[in-house]
């Protein structure tokens, strides 16, 4: 509440009033999506209490309520940011990659070294009975698929690579590709070196080199009279 004034009525709240509260709650809600991903991994959405998370927050169970409304749309969001975190991370690893083939190393062997994809799997499942969680997760899909496009362009113009589809389509088949392939991985108990293997196979060849002089920019291979060396593949 701001103060009162002369005539009995309520003056604003200063505006650096009202930016440290907006600091302290975004602080507090990534202090709560901290604990909450650390504890939903480890426990599961059932084995976690609402309390539980308060602790490791080291907040109150209401401030969860208050922020998130329910542990579900928690569970969704902690899911969420965690899996645009990865992607970032997957950017960033294939950012020194020179061939198509080490660009998909480095993305491959980053999206598998973690279980950051089959918690945001769980997520998805979640939404099909909790449709009011869905928005969420659309929004976080359509992040990972244009980031991916542009990051993948990036490194295609960049370096003169042909590439064997678009950027657009490229990111969505990856990201599809490693959902798939680690979900199952952690099904049948598979290690992060198994899942990363198998992920390469099921993406094949994405895109080729150019040799480094002849000019090449973003470059889609559709006719049939290029016959492009088997450099390597690559991803989103």
């Known amino acids: 509440m701001g103060s009162e004034t002369a005539s009995g009525m309520s003056a604003p709240e200063p505006k650096h009033a009202v930016r440290a509260t907006r600091s302290a709650g975004r602080k507090m809600r ?3 999506l901290d604990a909450a991903s650390r504890l939903f991994k480890e426990r599961g959405l059932s084995g976690t209490s609402i309390s539980d998370i308060a602790a490791a927050g ?3 169970p209401s401030q969860i309520t208050y922020y998130f409304r329910t542990k579900e749309a928690l569970f969704v969001e902690a899911a969420s940011r965690d899996m645009l975190y990865l992607a970032r991370a997957t950017e960033q690893a294939a950012l ?3 061939t198509p083939r080490d660009y998909s190393h480095a993305l491959a062997e980053t999206v598998t070294a973690t279980d950051t994809v089959a918690f945001f799997a769980e997520a998805l499942t979640l939404t099909r009975r909790r449709q009011d969680l869905a928005p969420l997760v659309e929004r976080t899909i359509e992040r990972l698929h244009s980031e991916g496009a542009r990051a993948y362009a990036d490194q295609v113009e960049r370096h003169g690579w042909r ?3 678009a950027p657009e389509e490229s990111s969505r088949r990856f990201w599809a ?5 680690i979900v ?3 099904a049948m108990g598979r290690c992060a070196e198994e899942m990363c293997r198998e992920l390469l196979r099921a993406l094949g060849e994405q895109a080729t080199s150019t040799s480094a002089n002849d000019g090449s920019r973003l470059r889609l291979v559709g006719d049939r009279d290029h016959s492009p060396s088997t450099d390597g593949e ?3």
Do not use: K, M, P
């Open 163 to 165: 590439s064997l589809r």
């Open 234 to 236: 690559t991803s989103s």
């Open 96 to 98: 020194n990659a020179h």
């Open 177 to 181: 590709i490693a959902i798939g392939v």
């Open 184 to 186: 199952e991985g952690f």
């Open 30 to 32: 990534s202090l709560l």
């Open 58 to 60: 080291d907040a109150f």
